[in-house]
């Protein structure tokens, strides 16, 4: 209120016993005279640290020159020649500690009068001048000002910062000092425990968006599956980070093919339930006979086969039967041998040589088919294979560019530390 002055200084006295009530690292680093000096780890955790002062009652000018509102905060923050090095301690924790430093001033809202109906006064009555720095000072705070961030760069959320401070309660409640990088790891647990369930939760809506079962092809549920993988993992890595070891992101590997897996097994079964819909309808005309006995008479045989015939074209050109289209029908014809060497048995028509020629004909194109679907679910299996390379190679490259921005948002940290404790350095020479 009024002037950045001693008084005010003196107000935000608590600065300087950040060292003695909270640390940043378990083990303490030492500087060069062997002391605890850890004020450059403060900086890489510490807010951006602005300061508004209301009701300003000064002229922004500095030796008869003007001078700009940050110029001001810095000029305050500068140790006086004579003044006691006590004195100047809260300039000196807050140039240590943040490094980087905002001001906003602000006149009356309005005259004093109307000041006495403030919470009632239009925006019309109020001060233009006010207004225009109320303007300057959102808009920094919304557009430009930083938002709060933890060592290594991550985005510190509402939900995050909540859990910081339960952290940092039941640490003082216990009696112990808090320690930031304690705080942090814990609190990298509870984030990656929590990536990893929005990945798989963003994936399973994706995949019941946009995956309609049963598909025709493997390939079909692979594409879709890898597609919205891909982007799962974009997901947890926006969320992730101090994933030691990567474990939270081989955890959600893990998951995801589980839930490839899970996702061929319902594919498989909602087209097993499809065709055995289609093949119960087509045939019940048939077993209608068959239980009648319309096929067991001279020629029966012959006959029988020809309408299964028909029946088995039809199967084929009915669509959206998925991939077990062809293990359904070798399933379902198989059901039915015991029916047909019944007729075939009861047909007089054909001597005791052609129906051992026809059992064995039988047998042929049963072990044909059966070689045929082998091959197919070696093939598939293959497929599975190559998309769990794929998957493996996805989470790699993803991983490695998120470890190159890691290492960018270090060196920029680094960079930042660097720069301000030069300018604490200048500022203490000066």
């Known amino acids: 209120m009024g002037t950045i002055d001693q008084y005010a200084l003196e107000k935000l006295q608590y600065v300087t016993e950040l060292t003695k009530r909270i640390k940043v690292k378990s083990t303490p680093a030492k500087d060069s005279e062997g002391e605890e000096g850890d004020s450059g780890d403060f900086l ?12 300003f009652s000064l002229l922004l000018k500095l030796n008869g020159k003007p001078i700009t509102e940050d110029e001001y905060l810095e000029n305050a923050l500068k140790r006086k020649k004579d003044n006691p090095e006590k004195l100047d301690l809260a300039k000196k924790c807050i ?32 001060n ?131 839930k490839l897996l899970e996702l ?57 039967k998925g991939l077990m289209a062809s293990q359904a029908l070798q399933d379902f014809l198989k059901s039915k041998e015991a029916a047909a060497q019944s007729i075939l048995q009861a047909d007089r028509t054909l001597t005791d040589k052609q129906k051992e020629v026809e059992v064995e004909r039988v047998k042929a194109e049963a072990s044909a088919r059966e070689a045929e679907l082998h091959e197919k679910m070696k093939d598939e299996a293959v497929r599975r294979a190559q998309q769990q390379e794929k998957s493996f190679e996805e989470h790699k490259r993803q991983l490695e560019t998120k470890m190159e921005e890691d290492r960018r948002k270090l060196l920029a940290e680094h960079e930042m530390v660097m720069n301000a404790k030069l300018q604490v350095t200048i500022s203490l020479v000066v």
């Not at 890489?44 to 009701?55: C, G, K, N, Q």
């Not at 339960?166 to 000092?177: E, K, N």
């Not at 048939?286 to 299964?308: H, N, P, T």
């Open 264 to 320: 061929c097994s319902r594919n498989e079964q909602a087209s097993s339930d499809r065709c055995q819909a289609v093949l119960t309808q087509l045939f019940q005309d048939l077993e209608e006979e068959i239980g009648k006995g319309s096929y067991s008479v001279a020629g029966g045989y012959q006959r029988f086969l020809d309408d299964q015939k028909e029946k088995v074209d039809q199967y084929y050109l009915v669509p959206g």
């Open 95 to 126: 140039r240590q500690y943040f490094p980087s430093r905002k001001c906003f001033v602000f006149d009356r809202p309005a005259s004093r009068r109307a000041l006495e109906e403030l919470e009632d006064l239009p925006e019309s009555k109020l």
């Open 128 to 258: 233009p001048d006010f207004l225009e720095q109320v303007q300057h000072f959102c808009s920094y705070i919304h557009e430009q000002a930083q938002a709060k961030v933890i060592q290594g760069g991550h985005t510190v959320t509402g939900t995050s910062l909540g859990l910081l401070v339960v952290t940092y309660v039941d640490a003082i409640c216990s009696g112990s000092i808090p320690c930031i990088e304690n705080a942090v790891v814990a609190l990298a647990q509870i984030e990656n425990t929590a990536a990893v369930h929005d990945a798989i939760t963003y994936y399973e809506a994706e995949i019941e968006k946009h995956l309609k079962l049963p598909t025709e092809t493997i390939e079909e549920l692979l594409e879709v599956h890898a597609q919205y993988e891909k982007e799962a993992i974009k997901v947890f890595l926006a969320r992730a980070f101090k994933d030691v070891n990567h474990e939270y992101q081989k955890e959600l590997g893990t998951q995801l093919h589980a």
């Open 44 to 55: 890489r955790f510490f807010p951006a640290f602005v300061w508004a002062v209301r009701d």
